[in-house]
């Protein structure tokens, strides 16, 4: 990547999961300057950047607030953007379940998880478009999207309807910003190794996945990492699924 491209600046939402911080350290390895974001795992997201730091040499700078809320998201990115100019790309990661059958699923479980995946799309994507689009440089958004949100899971229709929401979103903004040489994509992850599984029968998982093994976050953060490469320049409102052969 050239010396021009190595400037060119990264938002990673939810760093501090196993999957966020692995494709923070992709895109470091890619030569960006990643911007990492957490609300909660403090000592999760310093190792990244103490790992990232270590093999870099720059320090990431680290950005704490709720993706749910859109006042909080707004003064955040304000002062990211006064103070460093426009990012160049996005990477929106951050998002959480809270799984019921939808006969007994409490509103707040709905509401929770539909404000922080779907509505996070929208108030930390949406704040950072116009300044792209002024810069005249491209650029990449990436939404981190799931095979819940393709083919629907029993238990999660609230994480399924944002993950395909966000889905339907991308695509619609890829539209939009195509001109720009913005392009907007979504991966889908499947049964991946993190936190989020644990606890889960993983043999009975295994034998939905053709491959036979879980997926390894390093795998994810791959994809996203092509998708914000040059050679990814003519990709847009698409859905890379990262699922060992599900669908």
Not at 28 to 50: K, M, P, T
Request: charged letters at 20%; one cysteine or more.
């Amino acid at each position: 990547m050239s010396e021009h491209k190595s400037k060119r600046r990264v938002l990673v939402t939810g760093a501090s999961g196993g999957i966020g911080g692995a494709i923070a350290i992709a895109l470091s390895a890619a030569g960006f300057e990643v911007v990492l974001h957490y609300r909660n795992g403090r000592d999760a997201v310093e190792a990244i950047a103490a790992a990232i730091e270590g093999s870099s040499g720059e320090r990431p700078r680290l950005r704490c607030f709720d993706v749910a809320d859109r006042q909080a998201v707004g003064v955040a990115l304000a002062a990211e953007l006064e103070g460093h100019g426009h990012l160049w790309g996005v990477i929106c990661n951050a998002g959480i379940h809270a799984d019921a059958p939808l006969p007994v699923m409490k509103p707040e479980a709905w509401d929770s998880v539909l404000r922080t995946n779907l509505d996070g799309f929208y108030n930390v994507v949406q704040p950072l478009v116009m300044p792209m689009v002024r810069a005249r440089d491209g650029g990449r958004i990436v939404a981190i999207s799931s095979i819940a949100g393709i083919a629907g899971n029993r238990g999660q229709a609230n994480y399924a309807a944002s993950k395909a929401g966000i889905i339907g979103a991308a695509k619609s903004v890829a539209q939009e910003l195509a001109k720009r040489a913005i392009t907007v994509n979504c991966v889908a992850p499947g049964l991946i190794e993190t936190d989020m599984i644990a606890g889960a029968p993983v043999e009975k998982l295994l034998e939905m996945i053709p491959m036979r093994r879980l997926g390894q976050p390093q795998e994810v953060a791959a994809a996203v990492a092509f998708l914000c490469s040059e050679g990814a320049a003519y990709i847009t409102g698409q859905v890379l699924s990262v699922n060992g052969g599900m669908l």
